[in-house]
């Protein structure tokens, strides 16, 4: 017997209400996540929270942790995708000014920080899946970084690397922010954790100069070119 095909505007709207499934999904498991913490957030509790079933969630991911990396994997995307849009062709300080701007948007969203919290301690606690965290990792932190600093006007391996160490070091500030509000009132201020933040990362990551190597002295150009005699 002949089957009927199935006509394309309904396997368009098939599409539409899978994906705004699968978004209601992880939008809602982001608020738990968020609010409960990985080890106690739930899939009950995240399908209450986006208004479906149980058996919904299990229709889209196997597990919470496959949703907790495929709201990471999400989110990291959706990030990078927006500063390689907004800094393409960029040279060297343009590019750093970006950067700034990315950390900065962290500050201002406590989702993103607690998310990445948790994916840190999910890491230290689950041996099991390292090698997927090491993978998300990579994409969240490492590959992100080398695209951030993939403009025009870094001349060596060695700022490149510098500028990475550095990078490793901002990222960690908002998540340890997050959690000191807790204990410190001044950094409730939004304003005053800004301008400190700005000044550590100007310190790191520097606009408008270059980063000579540790322990080495800049030679000025009338030493570079003596006089001669």
Do not use: C
């Amino acid at each position: 017997m002949m089957k009927t095909a199935i006509p394309a505007a309904e396997i368009n709207k098939h599409q539409a209400r899978t994906a705004a499934t699968l978004r209601g999904l992880l939008e809602a498991a982001e608020r738990v996540f968020v609010r409960d913490g990985y080890e106690r957030a739930q899939i009950e509790t995240i399908a209450a929270e986006a208004g479906r079933t149980k058996g919904a969630v299990y229709a889209h991911f196997r597990s919470k942790e496959d949703i907790f990396f495929a709201l990471i994997e999400k989110k990291v995307k959706g990030r990078r995708d927006e500063f390689l849009r907004a800094s393409e062709g960029m040279n060297i300080d343009p590019r750093r000014a970006a950067v700034k701007q990315l950390f900065l948007g962290a500050l201002q969203d406590e989702s993103w920080p607690i998310l990445m919290l948790e994916f840190k301690l999910l890491a230290l606690r689950n041996k099991d899946s390292l090698q997927r965290m090491r993978d998300l990792y990579q994409l969240a932190y490492e590959d992100t970084s080398r695209a951030m600093l993939a403009g025009k006007g870094f001349s060596t391996d060695e700022t490149r690397e510098r500028d990475l160490v550095a990078l490793a070091v901002l990222r960690g500030i908002p998540s340890a922010l997050i959690l000191e509000k807790q204990f410190s009132p001044m950094l409730i201020s939004s304003a005053i954790a800004k301008q400190v933040f700005e000044n550590i990362f100007d310190a790191l990551v520097g606009i408008g100069h270059s980063h000579p190597p540790p322990g080495t002295k800049k030679v000025s150009n009338r030493a570079r070119h003596p006089k001669k005699p």
